[in-house]
């Protein structure tokens, strides 16, 4: 009982290791943005940042090169929108469903399952997506090939749902805890609990759901790749594109070191980079603003 004062003592080789590894953790970060922006610079001191992000075609071996990614962006941006229209109300429905519906004891283990789908390899939804998704639109539609931005977007919306549900069933489990003692003296129904109490509540988690499922959809590489037929053209619902992560691991490996080629594909990762951590300063601010809140 004599050492208990001294007990702090034993907590210091923790606290150091623990600075250590976050100290070599910001280094590596660091280093990664740095050598990106290194590799980068020559294409837009040479091109700019204009001629990457304005309207234009990625054809970086043609007789006039160009370095547009624009309709890769294009891409993105729509397999993330027939993503989210399919994730977000079946996502939000089994978050509900989870926490308002399913037996105490059955709650967790859902929970975990749906988990599991998050842990899938990308490699593998794009395998299933290939087998599966592509050979049903090519059936279904009639179509000589079914690589296509509507099936990118089927494939990431069952990869994107795992976060949703999280983040809106932890919100939910403490908006239940806080509230719904008092909802069930009053005698309200649990219909009407989520639809007057619960909704309205987890909105910022439905946002925070979504914003990091944007995150998980421009930065997804190989299931993406594996089924919307990589074409760097402006995207159609039925029609092949490309995306920024497959572009990069498409063509880095035949891009001359030193090249313009080579500089673009690192200033397209460099857009990648930018928007993946504008995304997470935002989830932060969401998060900063609902504490605050709850303050």
Not at 66 to 73: E, T
Not at 223 to 247: H, Q, R
Request: proline content about 5%; some cysteine.
């Amino acid at each position: 009982m004599s050492a208990t004062p001294n007990a702090p003592k034993n907590y210091a080789p923790l606290k150091s290791i623990s600075a250590v590894v976050a100290l070599l953790s910001a280094a590596a970060m660091l280093s990664v943005i740095l050598f990106i922006l290194k590799e980068s610079l020559p294409f837009l001191t040479e091109e700019g940042a204009f001629a990457l992000l304005a309207p234009g075609k990625w054809r970086p071996t043609g007789n006039t090169p160009s370095y547009s990614v624009f309709n890769l962006i294009a891409a993105s941006l729509y397999i993330f929108g027939i993503a989210i229209a399919i994730a977000l109300p079946v996502s939000l429905g089994t978050a509900l469903c989870v926490r308002f519906y399913l037996p105490q004891r059955l709650r967790a283990p859902a929970l975990r399952l749906i988990g599991i789908l998050a842990g899938i390899p990308s490699v593998i939804m794009g395998f299933i997506g290939l087998m599966v998704v592509v050979k049903g639109i090519e059936r279904g539609l009639h179509l000589s090939g079914g690589e296509s931005i509507l099936a990118g977007g089927l494939v990431v919306s069952a990869m994107i749902i795992p976060f949703i549900v999280n983040a809106v069933a932890d919100s939910a489990r403490m908006m239940i805890e806080r509230h719904r003692a008092d909802s069930e003296a009053l005698g309200i129904s649990t219909e009407y609990f989520i639809r007057a109490v619960a909704l309205p509540a987890l909105g910022r988690s439905i946002a925070i759901g979504t914003i990091l499922a944007f995150s998980r959809v421009i930065g997804e590489t190989m299931a993406v790749m594996m089924v919307i037929g990589n074409a760097p053209i402006f995207p159609t619902l039925l029609g092949k594109a490309e995306t920024i992560p497959g572009l990069i691991a498409l063509e880095m490996g035949m891009a001359e070191v030193g090249s313009t080629h080579y500089s673009a594909l690192f200033a397209s990762g460099l857009v990648l980079l930018i928007a993946i951590g504008a995304v997470n300063l935002l989830v932060e601010h969401i998060r900063k603003r609902s504490v605050s809140h709850e303050m």
